[in-house]
């Protein structure tokens, strides 16, 4: 069984602030981590994964995240955000043997205000 | 490649009633699953299929019947609609690691 946290529900920054998402989760299997993105009325795009390697992973529009096993964490990060971030976020995770079954948290409301 | 798609994109049904969501890929993926998102919850699994011919139950299963007949197409079937069903559904494929997202179907049940 596996299950993530997301430790803020909502997370408002002033725009050019940098902002951290905080994500974590637990799990009796090694596990793959994910973070998604969402706008409003659209589905869901992949933002970065942690598979394996290098705990610092890098992604699209700016944002890295640090997965750390010992404090069982995946947190989200990024030096500068602009209003187009606003956004909801999602944290994922999974076994790293059944590729269609995912846990998500229950995610973070990101408003960037100017 | 269209990617996954998802029809139809908007729904009203009326309790009792029955309807097919329908999903479909083009990626050639192994893996399809549906999940479900309620306001202020992330996404929550429904069914899921590891390939054609195999289906399995997610978190929130009751109420939802699954087949997988082709590697492409993973139909969601509501058999009796209740409000409790009301939400936005999302199909999700993937290979061997990332899961890839429809665009989802909003689904009212009055």
């Known amino acids: 069984a596996q299950s993530v946290t997301q430790l803020d529900s909502q997370v408002p920054v002033f725009e050019e602030a940098p902002v951290e998402l905080r994500c974590n989760y637990s799990?009796?299997?090694?596990?793959?981590l994910f973070w998604y993105v969402q706008y409003p009325n659209q589905g869901l795009q992949l933002l970065l994964k942690y598979l394996s390697g290098s705990t610092l992973v890098k992604g699209i529009n700016g944002f890295e995240a640090e997965f750390n096993k010992s404090q069982t964490s995946f947190h989200l990060r990024k030096p500068s955000v602009h209003i187009s971030d606003t956004a909801e976020y999602f944290c994922a995770v999974r076994g790293n043997t059944n590729a269609g079954k995912s846990t998500f948290g229950d995610g973070t409301t990101l408003t960037v205000k100017p | 490649n269209a990617g996954v798609t998802q029809t139809p994109k908007f729904q009203v049904l009326k309790t009792g009633q029955s309807m097919t969501l329908q999903c479909a890929q083009d990626m050639n993926h192994e893996y399809m699953s549906w999940y479900r998102q309620d306001p202020g919850m992330g996404l929550r699994l429904i069914h899921y299929?590891?390939?054609?011919?195999?289906?399995d139950q997610g978190e929130v299963p009751n109420g939802y019947n699954v087949s997988r007949s082709t590697t492409e197409d993973f139909p969601l079937r509501l058999l009796s609609a209740a409000p409790s069903q009301t939400s936005v559904y999302f199909c999700a494929s993937s290979r061997r690691d990332t899961q890839y997202f429809g665009p989802g179907t909003r689904l009212t049940v009055l």
């Open positions: 299929s590891v390939g054609a011919g195999i289906t």
């Open positions: 799990s009796s299997v090694s596990v793959y």
